[in-house]
């Protein structure tokens, strides 16, 4: 047994253990290795006062602690959820036009606020409005960083200091701390509920109409639903009730597809709105986000009458959430595939979309190519559209199911640790990878992360 001092006094010294992790693997850059070396040895120093006996200190785990330290936290992942558009994992990914749109841009300059023709000054608001205008068949259009700041432009630039009638049953948190009761206070806006939780009707939105109200705004449950005794005023009703008695109207459609409904009907989605759906009722103004059901770029959409989005133009607020020349070439080039007829190429619709025997097919051939092995089993399963749309939705799907001798969360965290991570979700104690949300491209880091999984079970 040693003592304490002679335990401290065996500490290596940082620059040592530096110089011995790096001889023991070459990856890590200098500063990271001399990083995860002085934590490793704070670490065991805390251990020894603490009374404990931390044995020597390895200088390949050193070494692999820097590898990991050199890893940015931003990182590729294959999301094997099943969720088409997982908020936490990126939600859209990009179609090749869009990326391709993005590395033009990026690499050097471009027309953001030039016009050609004029060979002066131009607006980064027009690049993606004439196409809103023609997919939403609205007046006029406008782009934001995201939807939560469109609905708070919108909200400040045509209802601040005054009074916004919202049903009950609409006051809704989509996540990320976004409530709707807070978002208006903070827009400056007096909320006036109405209605109860499962029933509002129109009526309910007249009596509450005085002379201080600005807008009677409608929001859409994306991420719960309310089934049973219910009823709630139509955006019709409430968009008739504001012209008659003068009062601007206003939607926060949260995930805002631009397919018809009836296309949206045919991948899958069917009882998402579509924004060309309710600018076609009249609706002031619309927002809705970029990068779920529409599969582009994180972005804001607000579509509508020209003099609603002249306010939201006006506004000084729009200096603070405008979008970037990233964004809007992601964005433009996205809406240009649905204005070719190519919407079924937006990545998240295609993936929406995707046959269950297709489906079937690709998960029969990713199994093979990672196995053959008793741990591994082709299963039926079910996907979720996420991103705020359709919460009750279950799409058939197909994974590969991963069990073992220890726990699914062994497993699941094994997947996790892979060059190229992959998240799966633990259903009824194996490991599920649904193929959905496996893009092509991801389909060699599944198949290897998945083989250094069965090796390490063979090695212990
Ligand atoms: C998702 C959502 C938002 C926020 O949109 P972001 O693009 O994430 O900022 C706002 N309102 C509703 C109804 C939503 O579903």
């Excluded at 606020?113 to 406008?142: F, I, K, N």
């Excluded at 996540?175 to 978002?183: A, E, K, L, T, W």
């Excluded at 807008?215 to 009703?237: D, I, M, Q, R, Y």
């Excluded at 359709?390 to 640790?417: F, H, V």
Aim: one cysteine or more.
């Amino acid at each position: 047994m040693s003592t304490r001092d002679e335990l401290l006094r065996a500490l290596p010294a940082v620059h040592e253990l530096a110089t011995a992790a790096a001889a023991a693997s070459a990856a890590a850059p200098r500063w990271a290795v001399v990083e995860a070396a002085r934590r490793a040895v704070a670490e065991h120093r805390a251990a020894i006062l603490r009374g404990e006996q931390p044995g020597e200190i390895a200088p390949a785990a050193v070494a692999a602690a820097a590898a990991a330290l050199a890893q940015p936290s931003l990182r590729r992942v294959v999301n094997a959820t099943g969720v088409v558009l997982h908020t936490n994992l990126g939600r859209a990914p990009l179609a090749p036009e869009a990326i391709a749109a993005v590395v033009d841009v990026a690499a050097g300059y471009s027309t953001l606020e030039y016009d050609l023709a004029a060979g002066a000054r131009g607006s980064r608001h027009g690049h993606a409005a004439h196409l809103v205008r023609e997919l939403t068949g609205a007046d006029d259009a406008l782009v934001v960083n995201n939807n939560a700041a469109a609905c708070v432009l919108a909200l400040s630039a045509l209802a601040a200091g005054r009074e916004v009638i919202v049903s009950r049953g609409e006051l809704v948190e989509i996540g990320g701390s976004f409530r709707i009761p807070d978002i208006l206070r903070q827009s400056g806006c007096r909320l006036v509920e109405v209605g109860t939780t499962n029933k509002t009707r129109i009526a309910d939105y007249r009596a509450a109409i005085t002379p201080d109200t600005a807008l009677l705004l409608k929001v859409h449950p994306s991420n719960f639903a309310v089934v049973g005794f219910t009823e709630a005023a139509s955006l019709a009703e409430v968009v008739a009730l504001g012209r008659e008695v003068g009062v601007p109207s206003m939607i926060d459609l949260g995930s805002g597809a631009l397919p018809s409904t009836a296309e949206l009907r045919a991948l899958g989605v069917g009882g998402e709105p579509s924004a060309r759906d309710v600018v076609a009722i009249g609706v002031d103004l619309a927002t809705f986000s970029g990068d779920k059901l529409l599969g582009g770029p994180q972005a804001g959409v607000l579509a509508g009458r020209a003099d609603a989005i002249a306010r939201c133009r006006r506004h000084p607020l729009l200096r603070a959430v405008r979008p970037d020349k990233l964004t809007l070439a992601a964005l433009v080039a996205t809406l240009g595939l649905y204005r070719d007829g190519r919407g079924r190429d937006v990545p998240a619709l295609a993936m929406l979309g995707a046959a269950p025997d297709e489906l079937r097919r690709r998960a029969l051939a990713l199994a093979a190519a990672c196995g053959p092995s008793p741990h591994l089993a082709v299963i039926e399963t079910s996907s979720a559209v996420g991103g705020g749309a359709l919460p009750t939705a279950e799409l058939p799907s197909w994974a590969l199911a991963l069990d073992g001798p220890g726990a699914a969360d062994a497993i699941d965290r094994a997947l996790r640790a892979a060059p190229v991570p992959v998240v799966g979700r633990i259903v009824d104690g194996r490991v599920v990878l649904d193929v959905r949300t496996i893009l092509p491209r991801d389909e060699v880091d599944v198949v290897a992360a998945v083989r250094m999984l069965f090796a390490g079970m063979t090695t212990g």
